[in-house]
Nanobody
Framework: QVQLVESGGGLVQAGGSLRLSCAAS????????MGWFRQAPGQEREFVAA????????YYADSVKGRFTISRDNAKNTVYLQMNNLKPEDTAVYYC??????????????????WGQGTQVTVSS
């Protein structure tokens, strides 16, 4: 069992930056790939970024590539999402999730095992 708690969301002007954190409980955090997803009002939850268990591999949605950076610190059981040059269309609730499969697609929302409660990010124009 893994429990995830996101933090770091808030209100920021377009062009600004935020850093989201996701703290995980449990000793097995380092065995999970981790992902960030987001859901805007009236829209489906979508993939944002993912990172392999050891941090060697990262994956990004085209919409955030070059602006967002995912990282992790296994010693602190925490995964981060650094978001730069934010745009109004980045406004959403952001969720972190833990991926326990050895094979599959880290972009596939239905393949994640555990989810946090989400943190709101609002970007004003």
């Amino acid at each position: 069992q893994v429990q995830l708690v996101e933090s770091g969301g808030g209100l920021v002007q377009a062009g600004g930056s935020l850093r989201l954190s996701c703290a995980a409980s449990g000793r097995t955090f380092s065995s999970y790939a981790m992902g960030w997803f987001r859901q805007a009002p009236g829209q489906e939850r979508e993939f944002v970024a993912a990172i392999s268990w050891n941090g060697d591999n990262t994956y990004y949605a085209d919409s955030v590539k070059g602006r967002f950076t995912i990282s992790r610190d296994n010693a602190k059981n925490t995964v981060y999402l650094q978001m730069n040059n934010l745009k109004p269309e980045d406004t959403a609730v952001y969720y972190c999730a833990a991926y326990g499969r050895t094979k599959g697609k880290v972009t596939a929302i239905h393949e994640y095992d555990y989810w946090g409660q989400g943190t709101q990010v609002t970007v004003s124009s």
